[in-house]
């Protein structure tokens, strides 16, 4: 049973940075793409990022592009995501994600295509 837990979340001024990390356990992590999403408070669960089961490949919502960075660390069976420049509008809790897929090159941005999710960290960004 593959369980993902997140961290590094917290309270953090407008134009502050974070670091969320998502470890797993119980799976072959390496052989999947990982992704971010997040649900902000009355709105559905959306699409942050997306790495490649190799790493070699990254895929970013439109509203974090040149803000936040994912990576991955397939020896400790970990995803981060480093967000910096951070604004009111990305206060939301952060799930990460393990696709359903193995070996795909391009990490998949829809929440169907995730089959394990951790139970969230909370991020929030004051004005």
């Known amino acids: 049973q593959v369980q993902l837990v997140e961290s590094g979340g917290g309270l953090v001024q407008t134009g502050g940075s974070l670091r969320l990390s998502c470890a797993a356990s119980?799976?072959?992590?390496?052989?999947?793409?990982m992704a971010w999403f997040r649900r902000a408070p009355g709105k559905e669960r959306k699409f942050v990022a997306a790495?490649?089961?190799?790493?070699?490949?990254?895929y970013y919502a439109d509203s974090v592009k040149g803000r936040f960075t994912i990576s991955r660390e397939n020896a400790k069976n970990t995803v981060y995501l480093q967000m910096n420049s951070l604004k009111p509008e990305d206060t939301a809790v952060y799930y990460c994600?393990?696709?359903?897929?193995?070996?795909?090159?391009?990490?998949?941005?829809?929440?169907?295509?995730?089959?394990?999710w951790g139970q969230g960290t909370q991020v929030t960004v004051s004005s």
């Open positions: 119980g799976g072959t992590f390496s052989s999947y793409a």
């Open positions: 994600g393990k696709s359903i897929r193995g070996y795909q090159n391009t990490p998949p941005a829809t929440t169907s295509e995730y089959d394990y």
């Open positions: 790495v490649s089961w190799s790493g070699g490949r990254t």
